[in-house]
């Protein structure tokens, strides 16, 4: 009796269960088939995720315009976190290999595209969606970087990297440094150790705040810049083999960043943690390198109260592209077809240049680089900085770095190791050698 | 199973004595012997169902998983036998781990049970607006882990944080970057996990304390026996079996300590750039899902697994001893 009325229960949950289930399955196969349809009858939501400091993409304005235009599709706009390598990917890589938490569209660095390229299985194929048509928006090398190992398109190119310095105008001012953009550029135009003198000087003179804002970020200046003299690699050759102990770019790169943090000139703050954001606001320190996407990151997190005491130099040393990402859709996104048309939107030239107004993202796309309003655009945040004149010239001859599969674990273990270094629970004799250690470990 | 019923409900209640019933009686025996047997089995099932689920299987799938070479972001498994162990045997940063969370779990538990103890003693004694101080020592348990180690994490800050200002005024000049060295994170995540649990444990204390006859202490206090004596010679050996339960639960939450250092190493599971302060589970997880080494993240749960039944069995034959009176 006890067991027949148990089985009893036990079945009529499992039916109850089962019907749950059915209609679930049947909402969400009536939902696909709705938003196929043109005018799907009930709203749906797509989400985009994305990673970064500041104003990370320069998507708010964008969304903001698909939202009014789109009521049926609406966006949610959902920047995850600052840091790619330590909490963003590997979040990502979790949700990808489960099935579900990823968004309809994300936001992948190029520190991430190697592994991206080599799992078809995560992405979906943008050319059944018509995307194949965008090639000759973009140059050759952002294009097949996003066609993955079986040479399917699953990711369009947002932005590119491009190369500056930012300055504190009012921190160089007390240190009794020139101000004008074009006087300090000239300040070290003779290349690094100009800039290294620079700091001297100005650590002479200001004790509260620190040259540059972290070793990392000027190690990452000078690697982008070092790869594109050698051969445009850098952990990893173009065969995924580890050359981190090898390849001169890396040691040039670690040398220069050993040279500056001995020279006393960082504030010690890891870049895109909380201390590094609270430095901004605390004024810790006068320099940072910018990429284009940097400036974003600057204004957004600094704020409004730091409007126009911020300025933008030429880097020393030439050009490097360090950054730029690309937006692809997951295979689990329910909804792929508006999931790509969104994600065209933002790739689209307009999408890139309302980002480029938005937080300095440089367009990858060649419509949009080569829109004069580009050309002629200023930074109100940066002291009016003529920004389209800065990185303009450059960016189309920014070289493409190659990242291997295993790039962004790589760079997480070894730039530790640099913080590290720059902290003091690393000597200064054994970093290199723990350097090489730690990227070897992690490439396993 | 409504035809059941049916035929059981028709059965009339005093049945009628008669050869054609022998086999109706014998079947209503044993159904009432399997409500009596099985019935209560059928009502703790539920937990050892959920048990099985979600404690077992894990552990079991951990044991399969961790004999291969299993990539979590979209590689192939391969059996690999013992490979995955002792590679992680072998592995210094694995014995960095274990040694930070043994340190820490030393650093923050000693103290935090002692202090429990005293702190429920007091909580014993017949004072003014007793269940107002009752609950107040249980009010940081109600706060979120996640909550506590970010505000720790700010007042441990080396530029503007409250511990290093305070320093300033005691004539410590230099700003001590309490991550960066090993002693120094030790002490920061073990005073996160003090306030947070200290209070938990004099509870717990306090309960085992009400239990103690008054009568003990009436008969030692005319033999003068003074409090103290009072202390150690009664409340102590009479709330023994109360220790023990905290000092395991102590054991496993310190050994599986997660959530503080994460969040001091702002999101990372490296704990700090040497590795200061990565703990077994922050390691674990680091080669899991950082990594993607799913098979040897496996290797080292169930080592910690072992490591937390070594531990809770350690701390038992110390803690048995207490009160020394066997």
């Not at chain 1, 100009?194 to 972290?214: E, M, R």
């Not at chain 1, 850098?234 to 981190?244: P, R």
């Not at chain 2, 002490?187 to 239990?211: F, H, P």
């Not at chain 2, 069995?313 to 001893?321: K, S």
Request: aromatic content about 12%; some cysteine.
């Amino acid at each position: 009796m006890m067991n027949n009325m148990r089985r009893g229960r036990m079945l009529a949950v499992a039916s109850v269960m089962t019907a749950a289930l059915g209609i679930t399955t049947a909402c969400s196969s009536s939902d696909t088939g709705s938003s196929s349809s043109p005018a799907p009858a009930e709203t749906i939501t797509l989400t985009l995720q994305t990673f970064g400091g500041g104003t990370n993409f320069g998507y708010k304005s964008a969304v903001e315009k698909w939202n009014a235009e789109h009521p049926n599709v609406q966006v949610k706009y959902n920047n995850l976190t600052d840091s790619f390598e330590n909490v963003y990917w590997p979040q990502m890589l979790q949700w990808l290999q489960s099935g579900t938490g990823a968004g309809d569209v994300v936001g992948v660095d190029e520190g991430g595209m190697g592994l991206a390229k080599a799992r078809p299985q995560f992405f979906t194929d943008l050319g059944q969606y018509g995307l194949q048509s965008r090639q000759a928006d973009f140059p050759a090398w952002k294009w097949e970087n996003g066609l993955n190992s079986e040479g399917k398109l699953f990711a369009l190119g947002t932005d590119v990297g491009g190369m500056s310095i930012c300055y504190r105008t009012d921190l160089f001012k007390k240190a009794g440094l020139p101000t004008d953009r074009d006087e300090v550029s000239k300040l070290w135009s003779g290349g690094w150790d100009d800039f290294v003198k620079a700091g001297q000087d100005f650590q002479a003179k200001v004790k509260d705040a620190k040259f540059v804002d972290s070793i990392n970020t000027i190690y990452n200046v000078v690697l982008s810049q070092e790869a594109a003299k050698n051969g445009n690699v850098t952990y990893f050759d173009k065969n995924q083999q580890l050359i981190v102990d090898k390849n001169p770019a890396v040691k040039t790169a670690f040398d220069f960043s050993s040279k500056i943090s001995q020279a006393g000139l960082t504030a010690k703050l890891q870049n895109f943690t909380d201390p590094w954001s609270t430095g901004f606001v605390k004024s810790q320190f006068a320099t940072l390198g910018c990429p284009g996407w940097m400036l974003g990151v600057v204004s957004g997190t600094a704020g409004d109260r730091f409007k126009g005491k911020w300025d933008v130099a030429t880097v020393p040393g030439g050009g490097g592209n360090w950054g730029g990402s690309w937006l692809a859709v997951p295979k689990q996104s329910k909804h792929p077809k508006q999931a790509a048309e969104l994600l065209n939107f933002l790739t689209s030239p307009e999408g890139q240049l309302m980002a480029f107004k938005e937080g300095g993202n440089l367009p990858s796309s060649i419509p949009a680089q080569d829109n004069p309003g580009l050309q002629s655009a200023t930074n109100a945040y940066f002291s009016d900085a003529p920004i389209g004149k800065i990185f303009g010239p450059s960016i189309k001859s920014l070289q493409p770095t190659f990242l291997g599969e295993k790039h962004a674990q790589v760079k997480r273990e070894v730039e530790q190791v640099l913080n590290g270094m720059d902290q003091g629970s690393v000597p200064y004799g054994q970093a290199w050698q723990k350097f090489i250690e730690a990227g070897q470990k992690a490439a396993g | 199973m409504s035809v059941n019923l049916h035929t059981e409900r028709a059965d009339p209640a005093p049945p009628p004595p008669g050869p054609g019933r022998h086999h109706s009686r014998s079947s209503r025996r044993f159904w009432s012997q399997m409500d009596l047997k099985a019935t209560p089995y059928f009502l703790i099932s539920p937990y050892f169902i959920l048990f099985a689920i979600f404690g077992l299987f894990p552990l079991v799938f951990t044991l399969w998983v961790s004999l291969q070479d299993y990539g979590l972001a979209g590689g192939d498994a391969s059996f690999t036998g013992l490979k995955n162990y002792t590679k992680l045997l072998a592995d210094a940063d694995f014995w960095n781990a274990v040694i930070n969370t043994v340190g820490i779990f030393a650093l923050a538990t000693v103290p935090q049970l002692f202090l429990a103890l005293m702190l429920a003693n007091a909580l014993n004694k017949r004072l003014r607006g007793r269940l107002f101080f009752r609950l107040g020592v249980l009010l940081p348990l109600v706060t979120s882990v996640v909550a506590v180690a970010i505000v720790f994490t700010q007042l441990y800050g080396r530029d503007f944080g409250l511990f290093n200002w305070l320093l300033g005024f005691l004539g410590v000049d230099h700003h001590i970057d309490w991550q960066s060295a090993k002693w120094s994170s030790w002490t920061a995540i073990a005073s996160m996990v003090d306030w947070r649990w200290t209070g938990y444990n004099a509870i717990i204390y306090l309960a085992g304390m009400q239990t103690i006859p008054r009568d003990l202490y009436e008969a030692a206090s005319i033999d003068g026996a003074s409090s103290r004596r009072q202390f150690w010679s009664i409340t102590l050996p009479m709330i023994r079996p109360t220790i023990i339960f905290t000092v395991f639960v102590s054991t496993i939450g310190g050994l599986t300590l997660f959530a503080e250092p994460v969040m001091f190493a702002s999101n990372r599971m490296d704990g700090g750039a040497t590795g200061q302060f990565q703990t077994i589970a922050m390691y674990i997880v680091e080669q899991g899902f950082r990594n993607f080494d799913y098979g040897y993240a496996a290797a080292a749960a169930w080592l910690l697994f072992i490591l937390i039944l070594l531990g809770v069995g350690i701390n038992y034959t110390f803690v048995r001893r207490i009160g020394g009176s066997k």
